[in-house]
Nanobody, 128 residues
């Protein structure tokens, strides 16, 4: 079972930037798509971004398109989320997760149910 550890969250003013990291254990990191999701209290966990195992394709939620960038370094077993032009609505706990399959195209959909092995989350707070 892979273990995922997120870091990089914090408090930032609106318009600022943060870079989240997610370090994965194990030897199969490069075989799976990875995703970032976020959740606020009382709401369902929502898709933010996902990246293919090879790192050459990614998809984003409309709400973050053009502001956030997902990337990965398979040599370091790490996936990143660069967040720019942050807004108060971006405030949430951010989670990384590994797709449940090592092939196919469902990773691009970003459905929460298709991702397993969740990290513990990192809090991002954007003040206005």
């Amino acid at each position: 079972q892979v273990q995922l550890v997120e870091s990089g969250g914090g408090l930032v003013q609106a318009g600022g930037s943060l870079r989240l990291s997610c370090a994965a254990s194990g030897r199969t990191f490069s075989s799976y798509a990875m995703g970032w999701f976020r959740q606020v209290p009382g709401k369902e966990r929502e898709f933010v971004a996902t990246i293919k195992w090879s790192g050459d394709s990614a998809y984003y939620a409309d709400s973050v398109e053009g502001r956030f960038t997902i990337s990965r370094d398979n040599a370091k077993n790490t996936v990143y989320l660069q967040m720019n032009s942050l807004k108060p609505d971006d405030t949430a706990v951010y989670y990384c997760a590994r797709h449940i399959r090592s092939s196919g195209s469902s990773w691009a959909v970003g459905a929460v149910a298709d991702f397993g092995s969740w990290g513990q989350g990192t809090q991002v707070t954007v003040s206005s």
